[in-house]
């Protein structure tokens, strides 16, 4: 009764819109998760009509490319990953990885995947944050797709300079040999699930793929929580 009280006069808010949510909502209000502009790439597998496959195409063989939202700049995803990202919402990251994972499953995508592994932060900006968003996401993912999530699959090298305002090029420039897995033996043929927040040119997720190929994975496959 008392944490009815308290929920009744102090709403939690949405962390998509900010508004005051109802009892039984949990980070994202109901009309959000209406609005969320979803992909649905998932739908169309590791066909044509999945934009973010094509993306990859003719620059490193990856198995499966998908993202559960459309990123749309001062919109409700941006939101969500600011405070992801720099507001320490952890279980926010986890509760999107839940209900992503819930939607690959139901597609069977969870037979397709042995072990799931998020792009690393470097250590230093770890230390600065606190998490990792990306592993975040990718542990929700693992609890829904009842596979395991190895954070520390790949490490970063060097701390790289932000690639907000890169083009592609530069982009691929700044994150080329930047990492490295750290037990190649525990990646030997297996069929990665690789992890990010936001997917933009795919330069980081390509450089990652590029490393876990080269170290004996089987196949890598590609999953964000939104792509631009």
Known sequence: ??????????????????????????????????????????????TELNPFQRRFWGKVPVRYSFAYLHFVPKGRVQRLLHKLKYKGAQELGEHLGHRYGSL???????????????????????????????????????????????????????????????????RWQNVEQVFHVKQKEAIQNKRILLVDDVMTTGATLEACAVALLAAGAQEVSVVTIAAA
Do not use: W
């Not at 109802?22 to 169309?44: M, N, Q, W």
């Not at 069977?108 to 042995?114: A, E, G, L, T």
């Not at 600065?128 to 996401?137: D, H, L, P, V």
């Not at 609890?143 to 083009?167: A, F, H, P, S, Y």
């Open 1 to 46: 009764m008392f944490d009815d009280l308290l929920s009744l006069l102090f709403p939690e808010s949405c962390y998509a819109c900010d508004g005051a949510m109802a009892r039984g909502e949990k980070f994202i209000c109901t009309s959000c998760s209406i609005k969320l502009p979803y992909t649905d790439s998932h739908v169309h597998g590791a």
């Open 104 to 170: 690959l499953s139901e597609y069977n995508y969870n037979d397709q995947f042995d072990l799931i592994i998020p792009v690393p932060l470097h250590k230093y900006k770890l230390r600065r944050r606190g998490y990792n968003q990306s592993e975040c996401f990718a542990k929700g993912l693992a609890v829904t797709m009842d596979l395991t999530c190895q954070g520390n699959g790949l490490i970063r090298t060097k701390e790289t300079e932000t690639q907000t305002r890169k083009n592609r090029l530069d």
